[in-house]
């Protein structure tokens, strides 16, 4: 598809369980974000990669969470030992992240649909 | 104090209205600004964005920056129904590479016919 992709849309899980997240990002972006949206809320950031750089992991909430990146393309958000307050929506976004003709930044980040997580 | 502040609302406008929706910030680094419309249980799409101070029109909508008073505005004209959405605010703080984005905790528009 064109777009970003998320699966699964939607994941129930008990509480202690893990959990594996994935993200199709749009082909040919470098830069792929996960963001964690609970209800009323922002976006909270959770990790960022832009192409062979290191991940800035920095909004990583604990220990429990960790992400990767294979070759470049598709990343898997991975929590372990879910608890309750990890319930929210995961989104997913990637960006072409270059300069423009005019030096400046193609800001645009798509966002896919969401994995809705509820942790029971 | 969070790095970007917008008052989640709710807004109720009739078909027709102006709408003002506003953000501040503390982080002078803050560089590209942009609007991001969200649809309920959809993810978020990018609307406008600013780089540096001034003003952006495209359409019925208006972004405006103001970097002295670290403060944003999107301005929607005419508004319509199918406005109706969530909006947030993001920011970045990179030159060469977007970064993350910071985001506002969004502003839920409702635009009533």
């Known amino acids: 598809g064109a777009g970003v992709s998320q699966s699964p849309s939607n994941k129930v899980t008990e509480k202690g369980k893990d959990v594996e997240l994935r993200c199709d990002p749009i082909?040919?972006?470098?830069?792929l974000y996960w963001y964690r949206q609970s209800l009323g809320q922002g976006l909270e950031f959770l990790i960022y990669?832009?192409?062979?750089?290191?991940?800035?992991k920095s909004g990583l909430p604990s220990d429990r969470f960790s992400a990767e990146r294979t070759g470049g393309s598709v990343s898997t958000l991975t929590i372990q030992r879910t608890q309750q307050e990890d319930s929210a929506v995961y989104l997913c976004?990637?960006?072409?992240?270059?300069?423009?003709?005019?030096?400046?930044?193609?800001?645009?980040?798509?966002f896919g649909q969401g994995t809705r997580l509820t942790v029971v | 104090q969070k790095e970007v502040e917008q008052d989640p609302g709710p807004l109720s406008v009739p078909e027709g209205a102006i709408v003002s929706l506003n953000c501040t910030y503390s982080?002078?680094?803050?560089?590209?600004f942009m609007w991001y419309r969200q649809y309920s249980r959809k993810g978020p799409e990018l609307l406008m964005y600013?780089?540096?101070?001034g003003n952006k029109e495209d359409g019925r909508f208006t972004a405006q920056v103001d970097k002295s008073s670290k403060y944003i505005s999107l301005f929607i004209r005419d508004s319509q129904p199918s406005d109706s959405a969530t909006y947030l605010c993001?920011?970045?703080?990179?030159?060469?590479?977007?970064?993350?984005?910071?985001f506002g905790r969004g502003t839920q528009l409702t635009v009533w016919p």
């Open positions: 976004a990637s960006s072409l992240d270059a300069l423009t003709g005019r030096g400046r930044l193609n800001t645009e980040a798509f």
């Open positions: 082909s040919g972006h470098t830069a």
């Open positions: 990669f832009q192409g062979n750089s290191a991940p800035d």
């Open positions: 982080n002078s680094a803050f560089q590209y």
């Open positions: 600013t780089y540096s101070s």
């Open positions: 993001a920011m970045s703080d990179r030159g060469s590479t977007l970064g993350r984005l910071y």
